[in-house]
């Protein structure tokens, strides 16, 4: 098992290397990722922001304050969700990424369901736990 993975937009401007061990993997359901990303789940793998590093693009990448202390930043060339964070709670030392980013594999499977009182009828259900 290599040491760390690559995410990279569509674009291929922003490359990101997130270091294993991650922390979680999980499918979201909540309405602020549905409309952020205009998917009915998005897929997240969580990392300690210290394994988390660019390679290339970090000034490409366009930052949206989702809510109060919450980041979502994307390519500002082709549009690709990149990376989630919050100051808030236990995900405060924490980068999330979208699994669809990852162009290398990881080191675990989605293991976890969060927000699936949020799902929409007409998503796919992906019961993980
Ligand atoms: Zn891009
Ligand atoms: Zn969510």
Redesign the pocket.
């Known amino acids: 098992m290599p040491e760390s993975a690559i995410a990279r937009c569509h674009c291929g401007g922003v490359e990101i290397v997130a270091r294993f061990p991650s922390r979680f993997c999980a499918h979201?359901?909540?309405?602020?990722?549905?409309r952020t990303h205009a998917a009915g789940v998005?897929t997240?793998i969580g990392f300690p922001r210290a394994q988390v590093a660019f390679a290339k693009g970090e000034e490409l990448l366009r930052d949206y304050l989702s809510s109060e202390g919450t980041h979502r930043r994307y390519c500002g060339r082709c549009g690709t969700r990149m990376t989630?964070e919050s100051g808030r709670g236990k995900w405060a030392e924490e980068v999330h990424l979208p699994l669809a980013v990852f162009a290398t594999p990881v080191d675990r499977q989605p293991d976890e369901t969060?927000?699936a009182e949020e799902r929409p009828p007409w998503a796919p259900f992906h019961d993980a736990g």
């Open positions: 979201c359901y909540c309405e602020s990722c549905r998005v997240w989630f969060v927000f």
